[in-house]
Nanobody, 115 residues
Framework: QVQLVESGGGLVQPGGSLRLSCAAS????????MGWYRQAPGKQRELVAF???????NYADSVKGRFTISRDNAKNTVYLQMNSLKPEDTAVYYC?????????WGQGTQVTVSS
């Protein structure tokens, strides 16, 4: 069973940057398209970005040009570089397989953008 552990969140001022990591154990992520998702208080979880096994990337319009998803298959880790952060990016961020998530989600990592 895949276990996903997200890290790298924190409190940052508007315009700041954070780099999130998602480390997996129990299975190799290399054959899967992986996504970063987020859930803000009172809202549904939404897809932020995904990266295919071949490295093709896609982003939600709200983060395009500011966020970059990447993967290191040797480390079995997926990353999300977030620049020019806005208050509306405040949410708990999760990673999981794209389209058909693995059965279990990690605990997520809190990102708070505030002055």
């Amino acid at each position: 069973q895949v276990q996903l552990v997200e890290s790298g969140g924190g409190l940052v001022q508007p315009g700041g940057s954070l780099r999130l990591s998602c480390a997996a154990s129990g299975s190799s992520l290399s054959v899967h398209a992986m996504g970063w998702y987020r859930q803000a208080p009172g809202k549904q979880r939404e897809l932020v970005a995904f990266i295919t096994s071949g490295g093709t990337k896609n982003y939600a319009d709200s983060v395009k040009g500011r966020f970059t998803i990447s993967r290191d298959n040797a480390k079995n880790t997926v990353y999300l570089q977030m620049n020019s952060l806005k208050p509306e990016d405040t949410a708990v961020y999760y990673c999981n397989r794209y389209i058909v998530p693995f059965g279990s989600w990690g605990q997520g990592t809190q990102v708070t953008v505030s002055s």
